[in-house]
């Protein structure tokens, strides 16, 4: 099974203690459901919906290219792999 890096920032760093995590999984959603079994319920309750889905201001990154939230849990990943889950930005 492939091996891809997960990095996360802000309050899921803060929750999870570590701001990058090598992950096993052939897809996405694979990384997404090895991150949030460190530390079950929070994590899942903090980036998923009830759907399962990753919440919507949430921003995921595969090697850089953008993903599309509804979508992503089926993206094929690669050894090597780096996902990067960016939390809800605001500003003015």
Known sequence: ?????VSVYTT?????????????GSTVGDLIDALCALKEPEIRKI??????KVRG???LTL???MLDNAAARGVK???GDILHIFPPVSGG
């Open 12 to 24: 899921l760093r803060s929750r999870l203690g570590f701001s990058r995590r090598e992950l096993e």
């Open 77 to 79: 990943i690669s050894d």
């Open 63 to 65: 090697n850089s290219e």
């Open 57 to 59: 201001h949430f921003v």
């Open 47 to 52: 980036l998923l919906d009830e759907a399962g």
């Open 1 to 5: 099974m492939p091996k891809a890096a």
